[in-house]
């Protein structure tokens, strides 16, 4: 699986954004799919998780209300929309694809980066007050 995420950008306080991640192969139905993001100078953090047909969701305490993980299976493509963002939430976002792996989403496995098999090359959210 190939990601493809894009829609990141500056924006200030209190404001949304849309994120997207374009998935190539034929995998992308099969697979679970997660944001993480990396803000500068910290380790790589779970943001958002969704099962295979997207039934299925898991938050970070931190984006909960916040943030909704979806999918479109017949574009092959997540997206994250992003509500109410904060200064905190600048960071490097990525969309991750877990196609080997067998955990559930919901579990404390989906929250760990290194439970992923495929990483996009990530998209710059700044936020600014």
């Known amino acids: 699986v190939q990601l493809q995420a894009s829609g990141g950008g500056s924006v200030q306080v209190g404001t949304s954004l849309k994120l997207s991640c374009a998935a190539s192969?034929?995998?992308?139905?099969?697979?679970?799919m997660g944001w993480f993001r990396q803000p500068p100078g910290k380790e790589r953090e779970f943001i958002a998780a969704?099962?295979?047909?997207?039934?299925?969701?898991q938050y970070a305490d931190s984006v909960r209300g916040r943030f909704t993980i979806s999918r479109d299976n017949a574009k092959n493509t997540v997206y994250l929309d992003m509500n109410s963002l904060k200064p905190e939430d600048s960071a490097v976002y990525y969309c991750?694809?877990?196609?080997?792996?067998?955990?559930?989403?919901?579990?404390?496995?989906?929250?760990?980066?290194?439970?992923?098999?495929?990483w996009g090359q990530g998209t710059l959210v700044t936020v600014s007050s």
């Open positions: 991750g694809a877990a196609y080997y792996q067998r955990w559930n989403v919901g579990s404390a496995r989906a929250m760990d980066y290194l439970e992923w098999d495929f």
């Open positions: 192969g034929s995998a992308f139905g099969n697979s679970r």
């Open positions: 969704c099962s295979r047909l997207g039934t299925i969701t």
